[in-house]
């Protein structure tokens, strides 16, 4: 069931917040957007099925919103990927940005978003993403990735001492808060539905450059982002999806001078992660006892087979791309190891609440 409140002229941009039982934290998010951001801009929210008293409290919330606010109710949870779709195709503008229901932006953030695009090679813009409880901390600006497909938000965890603080082309931006050319949507088409969640800003950003769009972080654009607040960081659901899709990625996106390394690229990086568990660092060591590591490792395999019923219907879509690509194999290869996360860094890190 579609909702709208208010009917002014064609915004400039569009604003989708996808929402699943997190009430609280969609009002404190659709209350930053309160404050001046700007630009004139239209508001979609796309209720996943909630049943919290988000999707009514949207409602109350518009009539005395100063933006319009189109209203999105599923009657299930679709999963943020098909969420983000509904959003993108009733938006009215040529550009949409996407903010998490557990972030909060700063005033003007939408406008600093807006400010990438003057360029028309650029179909993305980044934010600079800080830690909700602990502003000083970056959670991401911008992404960098592993060459067997796992990504990671760059910056995460660094104290921010200005050292992101100047424009930059980086490789794509984070779903939680960035902006995309409605075009550049129109001609690549939106987020990939089964992937349902997690990873899926990767593939999307990673496949726009692919077809030859580039991607500025804009510093000026922040928000504030609490961790982990859609399935909780240590869940297995979330540790069999990032896993999935990261084998779905590599295997729809990646160049094959990479893919056929896939596996060795994979086992040093399960292998570093366990070093760095032993010594109390990574991703693993936040599992409190060894049951609840071994679910973890159950979890990550139960991705992997996942991704292995599903490699068919992703190879068709990888021959489907290959009209869009702009750049060859080698440039995408070039791409990816220039945009590198290392392997200490990674393994030795803890991921934000997207990864």
Request: charge should be positive; glycine fraction near 8%.
């Given at each position: 069931?579609?909702?709208?409140?208010?009917?002014?002229?064609?915004?400039?941009?569009?604003?989708?917040?996808v929402?699943?039982?997190?009430?609280?934290?969609?009002?404190?998010?659709?209350?930053?957007?309160?404050?001046?951001?700007?630009?004139?801009?239209?508001?979609?929210?796309?209720?996943?099925?909630?049943?919290?008293g988000?999707?009514?409290?949207?409602?109350?919330?518009?009539?005395?919103?100063?933006?319009?606010?189109?209203?999105?109710?599923?009657a299930?949870?679709?999963?943020?990927?098909?969420?983000?779709?509904?959003?993108?195709?009733?938006?009215?503008?040529?550009?949409?940005?996407?903010?998490?229901?557990?972030?909060?932006a700063?005033?003007?953030?939408?406008?600093?978003?807006?400010?990438?695009?003057?360029d028309e090679?650029?179909?993305?813009?980044?934010?600079?993403?800080?830690?909700?409880?602990?502003?000083?901390?970056?959670?991401?600006?911008?992404?960098?990735?592993?060459?067997d497909?796992?990504?990671?938000?760059?910056?995460?965890?660094?104290?921010?001492?200005?050292?992101?603080?100047?424009?930059?082309?980086?490789?794509?931006?984070?779903?939680?808060?960035?902006?995309?050319?409605?075009?550049?949507?129109?001609?690549?088409?939106?987020?990939?539905?089964?992937?349902?969640?997690?990873?899926?800003?990767?593939?999307?950003?990673?496949?726009?450059?692919?077809?030859?769009?580039?991607?500025?972080?804009?510093?000026?654009?922040?928000?504030?982002?609490h961790?982990?607040?859609?399935?909780?960081?240590?869940?297995?659901q979330?540790?069999?999806?990032?896993?999935?899709?990261?084998?779905?990625?590599?295997?729809?996106?990646?160049?094959?001078?990479?893919?056929?390394?896939?596996?060795?690229?994979y086992?040093?990086?399960?292998?570093?992660?366990?070093?760095?568990?032993?010594?109390?660092?990574?991703?693993?060591?936040?599992?409190?006892?060894?049951?609840?590591?071994?679910?973890?490792?159950?979890?990550?395999?139960?991705?992997?087979l996942?991704?292995?019923?599903?490699?068919?219907?992703?190879?068709?879509?990888?021959?489907?791309?290959?009209p869009l690509?702009?750049?060859?194999?080698?440039?995408?290869?070039?791409?990816?190891?220039?945009?590198?996360?290392?392997?200490?860094?990674?393994?030795?890190?803890?991921?934000?609440?997207?990864?």
């Amino acid at each position: 069931m579609n909702e709208s409140f208010q009917h002014d002229p064609l915004p400039l941009a569009s604003v989708v917040i996808v929402n699943w039982n997190r009430r609280a934290l969609l009002e404190a998010c659709l209350n930053s957007l309160s404050q001046p951001q700007g630009l004139p801009f239209e508001l979609i929210v796309v209720d996943n099925g909630s049943s919290d008293g988000s999707a009514s409290y949207v409602g109350s919330f518009a009539t005395s919103a100063p933006f319009p606010i189109h209203l999105i109710r599923n009657a299930e949870n679709r999963g943020f990927c098909a969420a983000n779709n509904q959003g993108i195709a009733a938006a009215r503008s040529p550009f949409v940005a996407l903010l998490n229901n557990d972030a909060e932006a700063e005033p003007g953030w939408l406008a600093h978003l807006h400010t990438a695009f003057t360029d028309e090679t650029v179909g993305m813009a980044a934010s600079k993403i800080l830690v909700y409880e602990d502003p000083r901390i970056i959670d991401k600006v911008g992404h960098l990735i592993y060459p067997d497909g796992q990504n990671r938000g760059r910056g995460t965890g660094e104290l921010d001492s200005g050292q992101y603080d100047h424009i930059e082309e980086v490789l794509w931006p984070d779903g939680c808060a960035c902006m995309y050319r409605r075009s550049m949507l129109d001609e690549i088409g939106g987020f990939d539905e089964d992937l349902f969640a997690y990873g899926d800003d990767a593939e999307l950003g990673l496949r726009a450059r692919i077809a030859g769009w580039r991607c500025l972080y804009m510093p000026a654009a922040v928000v504030r982002h609490h961790r982990g607040a859609t399935l909780g960081q240590l869940n297995p659901q979330r540790i069999t999806l990032i896993e999935r899709n990261r084998v779905l990625l590599a295997a729809k996106l990646f160049p094959g001078s990479l893919l056929w390394m896939n596996g060795a690229f994979y086992t040093a990086r399960i292998l570093a992660g366990l070093w760095a568990a032993l010594r109390n660092k990574g991703e693993i060591s936040r599992f409190p006892g060894w049951k609840d590591k071994l679910r973890a490792m159950l979890a990550l395999i139960r991705g992997d087979l996942q991704a292995l019923m599903m490699l068919p219907k992703t190879l068709r879509k990888r021959r489907a791309l290959r009209p869009l690509r702009r750049l060859s194999p080698r440039q995408v290869r070039e791409l990816i190891l220039n945009h590198r996360i290392t392997l200490r860094e990674l393994s030795e890190s803890v991921a934000g609440p997207g990864l």
